[in-house]
């Protein structure tokens, strides 16, 4: 006779029959699903987003720059103040932790494209971040629009 059957014949459940290690797997089992319900959600999430990235790249000008600084120039063009982390993370984002470069490579990558765009007058907010001028900004929102 198992151990459950016993008990069982004297009123007790079988929950209350179940030793630790069940429980615990049962707990397991439920952070397990849990954390496949969220994965879930956020590739939903993630497949949303790019197709809004897709449809904003079709109206996107081409202003014959790199990829990278393209990137950091959307970010800027859609936050007031851009923090190097959002600008790295705009980045790098989807690249295994072990090919990851410094975050100084963030201030040249804005050098580079204070070069090649002077008129999108990209600023330092010293503590902050960057962000385009008044300027700067009219200057690309012309463009964007002119995409359009």
Not at 19 to 29: F, I, S, V
Not at 69 to 84: C, G, H, S
Not at 87 to 108: F, G, M
């Amino acid at each position: 006779m198992h151990v459950r059957e016993a008990v069982g014949g004297f009123g007790m459940s079988t929950q209350a029959a179940e030793g630790p290690l069940d429980t615990e797997a049962r707990y397991w089992r439920d952070q397990w699903e849990r954390a496949q319900e969220a994965l879930e959600h956020e590739r939903e999430r993630y497949t949303q987003l790019e197709a809004l990235l897709k449809e904003n790249d079709e109206r996107w000008p081409d202003l014959g720059i790199p990829r990278a600084q393209e990137t950091l120039l959307r970010v800027l063009y859609r936050r007031e103040v851009a923090t190097k982390e959002m600008l790295y993370h705009a980045l790098y984002s989807e690249r295994p932790d072990s090919d990851l470069p410094e975050q100084k490579i963030i201030d040249v990558q804005i050098c580079k494209l204070r070069q090649n765009l002077p008129d999108a007058d990209i600023q330092t907010s010293w503590g902050r971040g960057y962000y385009l001028s008044p300027k700067g900004r009219e200057w690309l929102k012309a463009k964007v629009e002119g995409a359009q």
